[in-house]
Structures are given as structure tokens and as C-alpha cells.
């Protein structure tokens, strides 16, 4: 498991991940913030299984966040979303991981590396890296690769 990092741990601590099959999704910013020309904020999720009592589901992310004029790798963080969050957004799943699959997503996510400081790698090429390694370590095909690359749109490395 990563180290954890400096993030408040109230909502991993409630809802935190178990040993279930769960599946695991790309979510990309909807239109709106692309054309609003906000950075469009992409990153990795799955529902930990104990709802919350507004009956949102409560999400393991996976993403390089911006705070103030950083970008860090955040470990473990859980998000409360209401379903209606969830469809104002892109998804493509991954698939169905196992608890061990999804400990793999989480080491090859620490040790992607980016610069804190960019102006033009963020969060994007921080994510189609993180795709590249998944695919490589046997976790994803290259045509979802491919395709979640494409329909992002993600910026050109080598996948």
C-alpha cells in the first residue's frame, strides 16, 4: 500500500476501502468546464461500499490535484458524490478489480512522476502516464487505452 500523504483522512477513515471486487472508472470533467476553460479535472474512482447518509456514494480517488500552484499526488482520499454528480461527468470503466489489482493502481499511481510546478503537464499527461503504466503492469488492454485516450482527450506520450 502507498505511504499515505497529507490529506484529511475523515472520509477514507468512514468509508474506507474493503476487500471486495469493485469496479474502477475514468472520470473526466464535463463539457461545461472544458468550455468554461477551467483545467479539466480527470482521475480514477470506485464506490466503497457503505453509502452515506444523504445517499451519495462515497469514491476512492486516484488524481493529481492542484493546491494552490502545486500539483500533488494525495493518498487516500474518498469523495462524497451524489449520482447526479457522477453523470454531469465522462466515464469510461476499466473493469471489474480485486482488492490486490486495485493496491497495484494505487503503488503505480505514487510512482508516476510529474512536476509540481508545470505549466503543461498536469493532471492530463499525470493520468495518461498512469494509463500507460496500468496497461504495461497487465491491468488494462491497449484498446481501452487507446480509446480512453482518444475520447478524453488525453495529450500525446507513448503509450
Not at 500500500?1 to 471486487?21: C, E, I
Not at 468554461?36 to 464506490?47: D, N, T, V
Not at 454528480?85 to 470503466?93: G, K, L, P, T
Request: with cysteine; hydrophobic share 35%.
Amino acid at each position: 500500500m502507498p505511504k499515505p500523504t497529507l490529506v484529511d483522512m475523515t472520509a477514507y477513515n468512514r468509508y474506507p476501502d474493503t476487500d471486495m471486487d469493485k469496479e474502477v472508472f475514468v472520470q473526466a470533467a464535463g463539457y461545461g468546464e472544458k468550455a468554461a476553460g477551467i483545467p479539466q479535472r480527470i482521475l480514477i474512482c470506485w464506490l466503497n461500499p457503505t453509502p452515506t447518509k444523504q445517499g451519495d456514494g462515497a469514491y476512492q480517488i486516484i488524481e493529481l490535484e492542484m493546491q494552490g500552484n502545486y500539483y500533488h499526488y494525495c493518498y487516500p482520499v474518498v469523495e462524497q458524490r451524489s449520482a447526479q454528480v457522477m453523470a454531469d461527468h465522462q466515464i469510461w470503466s476499466l473493469g471489474v478489480f480485486t482488492r490486490d489489482q486495485r493496491e497495484l493502481l494505487l503503488e503505480l499511481a505514487e510512482d508516476v512522476e510529474f512536476k509540481e510546478r508545470s505549466l503543461t503537464e498536469g493532471s492530463r499527461v499525470w493520468t495518461a502516464k498512469l494509463l500507460r503504466e496500468m496497461r504495461q503492469s497487465g491491468l488494462l488492454s491497449q484498446e481501452l487505452v487507446t480509446k480512453i485516450h482518444r475520447e478524453v482527450p488525453l495529450p500525446d506520450i507513448e503509450l
